[in-house]
C-alpha cells in the first residue's frame, strides 16, 4: 500500500534530503509544492516549484495548490460525470 501525503517544502537549502538533488540545483528551486490528486486510489500528482529569484510558497498557496486538487480529482473520477 502507498500512501501519498502533501509535500510543502519552504525552502530547499533547509531540506538535507535535497541538498544533493541535481535538478534542485540545475533549476535553482527554492520552494515546492506537491499535492495528492484524490484517494483511494490517487488519480495523480499536482507539483509546483518556484526558482530563486521568485521566493518562497506559503499557506495560502498550499491551500489553493490542496483545493485544486480536490476538483481536479473529482473531474478525473468517471462516477463524478454525469451521464
Known amino acids: 500500500m502507498t500512501i501519498l501525503t ?9 531540506d538535507q534530503r535535497l541538498r544533493t538533488s541535481e535538478s534542485v ?5 527554492q520552494s515546492v509544492l506537491c499535492v495528492p490528486m484524490g484517494t483511494n486510489p490517487v488519480k495523480g500528482l499536482i507539483y509546483a ?11 495560502e498557496d498550499l491551500e489553493f495548490l490542496t483545493a485544486i486538487s480536490v476538483y481536479a480529482a473529482l473531474d478525473l473520477d468517471p462516477r463524478s460525470r454525469s451521464q
Not at 6 to 14: A, E, G, K
Not at 49 to 59: E, T
Open 6 to 14: 502533501t509535500v510543502c517544502l519552504i525552502d530547499t537549502d533547509s
Open 25 to 29: 540545483k540545475k533549476y535553482k528551486i
Open 49 to 59: 516549484s518556484r526558482g530563486r529569484k521568485s521566493g518562497f510558497f506559503g499557506p
